[in-house]
């Protein structure tokens, strides 16, 4: 009897140190933070948005081609783009980005909605409308002809828009003729 008491024992002690190794083996689970490297817990982004802080907005971007040269506000002090937008009138928008050379291009929308928010959509440019404009050297501006803007996102939590733009223009003497083509603005906040 002490025999089989002795074999139930070490079979009892043998069984429990088993279970109990494996199960401090088992995998843990890691715990969700807003700092993990993960996007988990709900959150848009990895480590920002849901139940972190609010993920950073991309840097806004304004860039054509100016008579067939790739142009971009650069270099210090540049400013990348940006928009105002006025909902009285109609609604009115310009969008607007320059170099620290003094480059420039400035869109003037009028009447882009009828109602009190910026619209997606396609809108005319004419006289009056908007320019292009050298200010390094004898200044130069270059008013709208013709062209049209495109409204492609409008994003109203964040206040930001997308869309792109082409249009000819003529500067005030009439002997410089100007074609911005292949325009994109992105992120611009307005």
């Known amino acids: 009897m002490k025999k089989s008491f002795i074999a139930f024992f070490?079979?009892?002690?043998?069984?429990?140190?088993?279970?109990?190794f494996f199960s401090e083996c088992k995998k843990k689970e890691p715990?969700?933070?807003c700092s993990d490297g993960i996007k988990n817990q709900n959150e848009t982004n990895i480590d920002c948005g849901g139940t972190c802080d609010a993920c950073p907005l991309p840097s806004p971007s304004l860039s054509a081609k100016i008579d067939g040269n790739s142009w971009a506000p650069s270099g210090i002090p540049s400013?990348?783009?940006?928009?105002i937008y006025s909902s009285t009138n109609g609604g009115a928008l310009v969008i607007s980005g320059s170099d620290?050379?003094?480059?420039?291009?400035?869109?003037?929308?009028l009447s882009i909605s009828d109602t009190c928010s910026i619209q997606l959509g396609n809108f005319g440019l004419g006289k009056s409308t908007g320019?292009?404009?050298?200010?390094?050297g004898p200044p130069l501006y270059c008013m709208i002809d013709s062209g049209e803007i495109n409204i492609s996102k409008v994003d109203?939590?964040?206040n930001i828009i997308d869309?792109?733009?082409?249009?000819?223009c003529n500067d005030t003497s009439g002997t410089?003729?100007?074609?911005?083509?292949?325009?994109?603005?992105k992120n611009i906040s307005y």
């Open 156 to 158: 109203t939590l964040h």
């Open 10 to 20: 070490v079979k009892t002690l043998f069984i429990l140190s088993v279970v109990i």
């Open 131 to 136: 320019l292009f404009y050298f200010l390094s």
């Open 163 to 168: 869309g792109s733009f082409y249009f000819d």
């Open 176 to 185: 410089h003729f100007h074609h911005v083509t292949d325009g994109v603005f």
């Open 31 to 33: 715990i969700e933070t």
């Open 100 to 109: 620290y050379t003094g480059t420039g291009i400035a869109i003037f929308t």
């Open 79 to 83: 400013m990348p783009g940006h928009a």
